[in-house]
C-alpha cells in the first residue's frame, strides 16, 4: 500500500462527481454557480444565505449541504487513516507519536459512524449519493507532507467548520420540528468537538518547543479557513449559510480571539468576492 496517496489518486465509484478546487476558486462567476448548483445534474440553482424553513428553498439548500457533510465524511476518515498509515512508528515517531496515532485511528472510528449516519440522513432528506458534486479540498488538507500542518488544516480549520455546519443543521433540525436531523446532527457535533480539541491538544504538544513551525502550521489553517469562508458561506452575520459555533468552538479549543479571526476572514471573503463579482 502507497504511503503519502496524493489526492488526485483518491478512488471514487462511478456513483460520485468531483469538481476541482481550481473550479472552486477559479472564475468568480464560475465559482458562485458552481457554489449555487453544487453542479448537480438534476437540481436547479439552490438558495443561498441563511437556511430559514419559512424559504421555499430551504429544503434544496439543506439537502444540498448534507450530501456535502457526507463528502467530507469519506474524506475525513480517509485523511485520518491517512495519517495512521503514512509514518511508520519508530521512524519520525518525535512528529507522529504513536498515541497520536490512536488518536487518529479512534477518529477513523467516529467518521465512519458519520459516513453511516449522513448516509441515512440523506435518504430521510431525500437525496442520493452523487446528486451534488463532491470537492476534494479536505482530503487534499490531509495528504499535506508535514503531519502538523494536517492537524491545523484539517483537525483544526476543517473540523471547525464541522462543528458550525452541524450545530447549523442542528438548529434547522429543531426550527423544523425534525427530531430525526437534530438527533443526528446533536450526536455528529459532539464527535466533531473532540476531533477539534485533538488537534489544537496535539498542535500544542508536538509544538511546544518549536514556534516557528507552530506559525507555520496556523498560517495554514488560516488559508484553508479563508478558502472555506467564501463569499459569506460561513461567517457571523446574519444572512450566512453557517453561523460560527462560537460556544462549540471554545469547548474545542479555540480562543476568542481565534473564532474572531474566522468571523474576520469570512467577513473579508464577502467583501472581495463582491468585488470581483462587480469588477468581473
Not at 482530503?139 to 500542518?149: K, Q
Request: hydrophobic content about 40%; glycine content about 8%; aromatic content about 8%.
Amino acid at each position: 500500500m502507497r504511503r503519502h496517496l496524493p489526492v488526485a489518486d483518491l478512488a471514487r465509484d462511478e456513483r460520485f462527481a468531483t469538481v476541482t478546487i481550481e473550479d472552486r476558486l477559479g472564475d468568480p462567476r464560475a465559482r458562485l454557480a458552481a457554489a449555487n448548483s453544487d453542479a448537480s445534474p438534476t437540481r436547479p440553482g439552490r438558495a443561498r444565505g441563511r437556511m430559514d424553513p419559512n424559504k421555499p428553498g430551504t429544503p434544496d439548500q439543506a439537502r444540498a449541504l448534507m450530501h456535502g457533510i457526507f463528502t467530507g465524511e469519506i474524506q475525513a476518515l480517509e485523511g485520518a487513516g491517512r495519517t495512521c498509515f503514512d509514518y511508520d512508528v519508530g521512524r519520525g515517531a518525535d512528529e507522529v507519536p504513536y498515541e497520536l496515532k490512536l488518536d487518529m485511528a479512534r477518529q477513523c472510528w467516529d467518521e465512519a459512524r458519520h459516513c453511516e449516519i449522513s448516509v441515512k440522513l440523506g435518504d430521510w432528506m431525500g437525496t442520493e449519493i452523487g446528486e451534488y458534486a463532491e470537492t476534494t479540498f479536505l482530503f487534499a488538507a490531509a495528504c499535506n507532507p508535514d503531519p502538523v500542518l494536517r492537524l491545523t488544516g484539517v483537525n483544526r480549520a476543517l473540523e471547525g467548520l464541522a462543528i458550525d455546519v452541524f450545530n447549523t443543521m442542528r438548529e434547522l433540525g429543531e426550527a423544523t420540528d425534525d427530531p430525526v436531523l437534530f438527533f443526528c446532527e446533536d450526536w455528529m457535533l459532539a464527535d466533531e468537538v473532540t476531533h477539534v480539541k485533538m488537534g489544537s491538544d496535539w498542535l500544542r504538544r508536538i509544538t511546544a518547543d518549536d514556534p516557528d513551525r507552530r506559525a507555520r502550521a496556523l498560517e495554514f489553517q488560516h488559508v484553508v479557513d479563508r478558502l472555506f469562508s467564501g463569499g459569506g458561506f460561513r461567517g457571523d452575520d446574519e444572512d450566512s449559510t453557517v453561523k460560527l459555533a462560537r460556544r462549540f468552538r471554545e469547548m474545542a479549543g479555540f480562543s476568542a480571539e481565534e473564532i474572531d479571526e474566522v468571523a474576520e476572514a469570512a467577513r473579508r471573503s464577502k467583501d472581495e468576492m463582491r468585488a470581483r463579482l462587480a469588477g468581473a
